[in-house]
């Protein structure tokens, strides 16, 4: 059994009932499985076989999701691309998974035809041709490569099988308290496993109905809410700002929602509360892309009386915490690393053993994340032993930052921390040690990463300092750097 399946079983039992619904337009559960049955032949006649990798640039739509399950079917896999990277960030991807395709919306045809593979620019039509598909595509086949970063900088892809995904439904399913009558209002970027396997696959899965945004905006997500009447939705923590400082907040009918879910870092209480105001429980969920993500999840049931917990483990995965490298037990309000280990975890990092090593041990994933669990067993997320920032939701990597700055002659040293920030809820702060002489400015800093590194990813802030703070065996302390500017 292979991952579409189940679409082809609802558009068995329910063929009429709507399972997307994009910019004005349904689908049905039954012209998704043809736009299904399409795409799969059409890759066939492109001797897309199994096994291989087909990478997708474009903005949320539902033909990502049809190209996701006819891959399937096929035992191939899917790529997103992020499209806010930069077209030297994507060439490393590209050279590092080699993708026999890759299918680029109208917007990105330009961007896409620069990265030395090739495109199909895809106009919304499958053009079949008169190959027969070979079903090879089973529940053990890699299905999605997602790509991420290590502290190293180094883009790397986790590898989620289909068996992930699947498993990872069950657990949406079951912290979303999701069903066949639910509707879920998706509006977060389906190239991340948060936008895709939070809540938009489980949906289908479900045979439940989506409403999909082609990208997020508070005025339109306030605007479905009212006019849509979804059940469900997921705001990372910047976008909940941006709908709560939205002038359509105060009198927004909120009253479809039994719930709206929330992750990807620690989420302001604030923020919460604004919700639960409202009268909405903000559940939340804790994981990772080698997770897919839900590892732990917060019930609606548990929201109003446990804000700011990450909840208990998802019901299909272990959860623990961890007090030293062995994988000893931490004590009940002890913080420690999280490890998880369950059918969702991915399978590995794409053709990278020297990760796998480290991310592995005794079949758990080791996620570098901080938490402590209570006395009644709900985790609370304590910080990132890894320096990622999370800023709006998209991860940035101090190393990818720090390495591009050592390339700059007027730089001695630098680091970058991550501080918080009103909007994005996280940002870069680059702390840069000037070299002798130099007449290095902001300005100059920023010259540098243009072009060169996706725009969220830029220093928001940048501090001259006359030393980094050092250990004695000569690592920066960013710890003790974060106080130093906490100070300033």
């Known amino acids: 059994m292979n991952l579409a399946r189940i679409v082809e079983r609802w558009a068995e039992h329910c063929p009429s009932k709507t399972a997307i619904h994009f910019r004005g337009v349904d689908y049905s559960y039954a012209r998704l499985w043809e736009r299904i049955e399409e795409a799969t032949r059409e890759l066939a006649s492109r001797d897309v076989s199994h096994g291989e990798r087909v990478a997708f640039l474009g903005w949320n739509n539902p033909e990502m999701l049809v190209l996701l399950f006819a891959l399937a079917r096929l035992g191939a896999m899917l790529v997103p691309l992020n499209w806010r990277l930069t077209a030297a960030e994507h060439r490393t991807i590209v050279a590092d998974c080699a993708p026999k395709l890759l299918y680029a919306e109208p917007d990105f045809a330009a961007h896409a035809q620069a990265l ?144 709206i879910n929330s992750g990807s870092m620690v989420v302001p209480e604030s923020m919460i509360r604004a919700f639960h105001a409202r009268g909405v429980p903000v559940g939340q969920i804790y994981g990772c892309t080698e997770t897919a993500p839900i590892a732990t999840v917060l019930l609606k049931d548990d929201a109003f009386a446990m804000v700011g917990s990450a909840g208990k483990p998802a019901l299909h995965c272990e959860v623990k915490v961890v007090a030293d490298e ?99 809820g996280e940002a870069a702060c680059a702390c840069i040690v000037r070299r002798p002489g130099a007449q290095l400015a902001e300005s100059d800093v920023l010259a540098l990463l243009k072009d060169r590194l996706a725009r969220y990813k830029h220093p928001r802030r940048i501090v001259f300092l006359d030393a980094l703070p050092k250990n004695a065996l000569g690592k920066v302390q960013k710890h003790e750097l974060k106080r130093l500017l906490d100070r300033s």
């Open 326 to 424: 062995s994988g000893q037990d931490a004590a009940p309000g002890a913080v420690g690393e999280v490890w998880v280990r369950g059918p969702n975890v991915m399978r590995g990092y794409w053709n990278n053993p020297q990760a796998d090593a480290a991310a592995f041990r005794d079949g758990w994933f080791r996620t570098g994340d901080l938490a402590r669990r209570d006395h009644n067993g709900f985790f609370w997320i304590a910080g990132r032993s890894k320096d990622v920032i999370i800023s709006g939701g998209e991860n940035i990597y101090p190393a990818e930052l720090e390495n591009l700055l050592a390339e700059c002659p007027g730089i001695a040293e630098s680091a970058v921390i991550g501080i918080e920030d009103a909007k994005w």
């Open 116 to 259: 030395g593979v090739q495109v199909v620019v895809f106009d919304g039509k499958w053009r079949e041709g008169d190959a027969q598909p070979r079903l090879a595509g089973r529940d053990g086949d890699d299905a999605l490569l997602v790509y991420t970063s290590g502290t190293t900088g180094r883009p790397k892809a986790a590898v989620l099988q289909q068996s992930a995904l699947l498993w990872n439904g069950f657990n949406s399913i079951h912290a979303h308290d999701l069903c066949q009558t639910d509707h879920v209002l998706s509006p977060l970027p389906m190239f991340h496993v948060g936008g895709l396997n939070n809540q938009t696959l489980p949906a289908l899965l479900a045979g439940a109905s989506v409403t999909l945004e082609q990208r997020f905006e508070p005025g339109q997500w306030l605007a479905d809410v009212a006019a849509r009447r979804p059940t469900i939705s997921l705001l990372v923590p910047a976008a909940m700002q941006a709908v709560i400082t939205h002038p359509a907040w105060r009198d927004a009918d909120l009253t479809s929602l039994k719930m």
